[in-house]
């Protein structure tokens, strides 16, 4: 997924699905990347994004420095 404006960008990339908190749902691994249309500055992190329950909204449940 990506996004933009005149001076920004803005992207969200799935890197990876599985189980990574052992819960019996299924979490992704995504990144999340800012930056500046003009200039060098970029945000990266990654996450970890999971459900409590089936049918539940996504919602981060670790934040990957």
Do not use: M, P, Q
């Not at 992704?28 to 539940?56: N, P, Q, Y």
């Amino acid at each position: 997924l990506s996004v933009g404006a005149a001076t920004w960008t803005g992207s969200i990339t799935l890197y990876a699905r599985g189980d990574f908190n052992s819960d019996g749902i299924e979490d992704l691994l995504v990144e999340r990347e800012a930056g500046v249309r003009k200039g060098t500055a970029v945000l990266s992190s990654l996450f970890v994004i999971s459900r409590k329950t089936e049918g539940d909204c996504l919602r981060v449940i670790r934040k990957i420095h």
